[in-house]
Nanobody, 124 residues
């Protein structure tokens, strides 16, 4: 499995921005599609964004489309999530995940490595 470590979470006011980073190690990074998911206590973990191995294909949840941008730097073994125009409903723990299977997926079961998560809190 790949080791993943998220960073960049924190407290921000509504309308503000944050950039999450996820540093990967232990496997060849560009062999993996990458995804971001989020979870609120008591709710299921939900898809946020995903990016292909090369970075040429991205997918977003409807709730974040136009506000969040996923990107990756294969030279740095890092995937990013730029979050703009944040809303209180974006408050959650955000998880980075790696997917070795072919293609780009939005379902949790496709991902075989997960980070420990980083808390994002958006105040109104």
């Amino acid at each position: 499995q790949m080791q993943l470590v998220e960073s960049g979470g924190g407290l921000v006011q509504a309308g503000g921005s944050l950039r999450l980073s996820c540093a990967a190690s232990g496997r060849t990074f560009n062999n993996y599609a990458m995804g971001w998911f989020r979870q609120i206590p008591g709710k299921e973990r939900e898809f946020v964004a995903a990016i292909s191995r090369s970075g040429g294909t991205t997918y977003y949840a409807d709730s974040v489309k136009g506000r969040f941008t996923i990107s990756r730097d294969n030279a740095k073994n890092t995937v990013y999530l730029q979050m703009n125009s944040l809303k209180p409903e974006d408050t959650a723990v955000y998880y980075c995940a790696a997917d070795y299977t072919y293609g780009v997926h939005i379902t949790l079961k496709s991902y075989d490595s997960w980070g420990q998560g980083t808390q994002v809190t958006v105040s109104s």
